[in-house]
């Protein structure tokens, strides 16, 4: 039998130890963040990820996947984290794997899931690269999440914890971290408005983040129409593995993309066909897309406003 896990599957996986985190000297590494350990899976050779749980963002830590890919010149940090707690575990595991300096933060999206340990990898050196529509996401949500990280967690963020872009990403782009080429491609709305994919052509790994999703139950931010089409284009690459934002590992690529599209087309068909039946919002909050409940994490969490943002997409198309 065949894994398509790469968590379970040894033959695609170099599983690391946990790393008890140490101190170091750089600043965005405190003691008590060092102190702490954390659990990191090298996937390929040279790209780490820490997986988060599958849990609701804010009222849980470590929810998102992030990690970092490691070149002989420096390191790319693929999404920091819900907490500068998380940025500070992630920069820690960095330094216990190599000695070369962090270029780039890479941002796949503006969500708090993913951006909000940004602060703790701060330094002149270090570039942040977002999409291009990145930085207005972050001006209209950065408030909200400051605030709501301040209901839930107690604890009061300045707006320092919101850091900019300062490189934008329309089209692709490459990055070199030395002998390593990383190809950032900025996508149409789909997820949201402003999401990335990173790949990895030395490892043909395909970081995905939210594009992709794995038990747990698609988010839609953006537009379901547009990520059903970035996903058409997506299962072309011919990828060894996919990093999705929530969820293990996948190394069967395109198959591992059947779950979210299905989900999506299952959702705008139906949603279509109440519609067409002159059917209200709140039914179809209750009605549309069920046969998917059992097939999904937290989809009595998620899958209302999934509902919302297609029948409010559907109501606009011609």
Known sequence: MTETTLGTAARYVACLPLLMLYTTSATTASDAACAQV??????????????GIQAVVFEQERVANVGFIVGERCVAVIDTGGSYQEGEELMCAIRQVTDVPVCHVINTHVHPDHILGNLAFKDDEVSYVGHVNLERAMALLGNTYLSRAKKHRGKTLGPE????????????????????????????????????????????????????????IPVIAGSAKGWLAV????????????????????????????????????????????????????????QVAYSERHRWKLFDRYHKRNVISVYTELEWED
Request: no cysteine.
């Open 38 to 51: 954390v659990e990191v899976t090298e996937v390929a050779h040279g790209v780490y990820v820490r997986q």
């Open 231 to 286: 996903l058409d284009d997506l299962t072309q690459v011919p990828a060894k593995r996919v990093v999705p934002g929530h969820g293990p590992v996948q190394a069967d690529w395109p198959h591992a993309a059947k779950d979210i599209r299905r989900y999506l087309s299952t959702l705008r068909a139906e949603t279509r066909a109440w519609l067409t039946g002159d059917g209200e919002l709140q039914g179809a909050q209750e």
């Open 161 to 216: 914890y919101i850091v900019m872009p300062d490189r934008r990403v329309r089209g692709r782009i490459e990055l070199d971290l030395g002998n390593r080429k990383l190809l950032i491609t900025a996508h149409p709305k789909a997820h949201t408005n402003n999401d990335l994919s990173v790949l990895d052509e030395k490892t043909k790994t395909l970081w995905l983040s939210d594009l992709l999703f794995v038990d747990h």
